[in-house]
């Protein structure tokens, strides 16, 4: 992952990694993670796919960043 978790986010990071976690959790409960894009994320979610590109390698990298959140809630 692009985005370093081990310093605290600024406002403005938390709410677009809160937004692309939140995107991709609501992707996965309508359809297989296969048939999900960066393009189809990135619409829902409103931000460009540069944005998405400056905290995320790809969608695995998100995945793997949605597994950490669920992690910290636990």
Do not use: H
Not at 15 to 33: A, V
Not at 38 to 62: E, G, H, M, Q
Request: net charge negative.
């Amino acid at each position: 992952m692009k985005y370093d978790l081990t310093k605290k986010p600024t406002r403005g990071a938390q709410r677009t990694l809160e937004s692309f976690s939140n995107t991709m959790f609501e992707l996965l409960s309508e359809e297989p993670f296969e048939k999900i894009s960066v393009n189809k994320i990135c619409d829902i979610s409103n931000f460009p796919r540069a944005t998405f590109y400056n905290y995320f390698d790809d969608k695995f990298d998100l995945v793997d960043y949605c597994w950490y959140v669920i992690a910290q809630d636990i």
